[in-house]
């Protein structure tokens, strides 16, 4: 089965030198989603009010075979109420 | 396949329960006369299944094994890891149905242990149902930990937690030390233990091996900087219960 890498840029660039084990490229678009929206879910609440979170996947020979981006943008009202 | 009492098989329970106990002559005399069938499982082998009625205990002499349930999809969730001297269905001896599956990890020498031989010995020696009471407790505290991590931790302490949990122990039963020990468990099926994608328990692991906390080389897992390690996922051993715990 081949092996596919991902890639994450969250705050930085982290490449993934060791892949993962996978069926095929179905099996890993459906990773990338899940990793990405389970980064997400940890990061957004300690994060900032803007924050992009991007996933590449990548075959054995180095090619990109999916990119996904996630942007959380947080706007506070310019209206605040004052107790 | 042998029956024996006198080849020590029931070593490794005494081993287990003396991690978490203090036994008598009179007692470790009576685990090892129990009869137990010895067999030799391939990895992957399921040992109960989820409905089934056993009549017998499985205490594991050596090798892997991990509690599970499946769900619609093909969806699995992992309970717990076993290793030599536990007794992964002891529950079977009260509660007749199974509730989910016991399979191993990897191949694994089990010895099966009649009910009715367990139920005269924990009749005969009522301080060893106080023992076997006290580590189905234990197995309780365990999850109530598992819990809290996939209800609460992050990826990240949920792995650390999980080593700590392993390494001790494994250490407690003499198949650990130096913060170095066996583990035969793939990134499928950590995920599967502690909620996570396959893929993100790689790209955790890949991050505590970057922060210098751990190697992971063929199938051992060395604990570069246990205090880090620990302090990282707030792990405290107490839920463990351990009566000896050796310094490393």
Known sequence: MPRYFFDVHDSGP????????L????EACAKAKSLLASIAHEDIPKGADQHTFMAQVRDEDGN???????????IRSQRQRHP | MSSAPDDHSLDMLIRKLE?????SDEERQAIRSLPAKTRVLQPRQDIVRDGDKPSQCCLILDGWAYRYKLIGGGRRQIFSFHVAGDIPDL????????????????QATVAFLPHESLRDLTTRFPSLTAILWRDTLIDAAVFREWMTGMGRR?????IAHLFCELYLKLQAVGLAQSYRCPLPITQVDLGDA???????????LQEMRGRGLITLHSGTLVIEAWDELMRACEFDPTYLHLEKRAAA
């Open chain 1, 64 to 74: 990109s075979i999916y990119a996904a981006t996630l942007t959380y943008s947080g």
């Open chain 2, 194 to 204: 502690l909620g996570l994608s396959n893929v993100h328990v790689n790209r955790v």
């Open chain 2, 91 to 106: 529950q079977s001896l009260r509660l007749h149905t199974m509730d989910h599956s016991l399979a191993t990890l990897t």
């Open chain 2, 154 to 158: 992050d990826a990240f302490e949920r």
């Open chain 1, 23 to 26: 069926a095929g490229p179905d």
């Open chain 1, 14 to 21: 982290q490449f993934d030198d060791r892949g993962t084990v």
């Open chain 2, 19 to 23: 991690s978490i106990a203090t036994l």
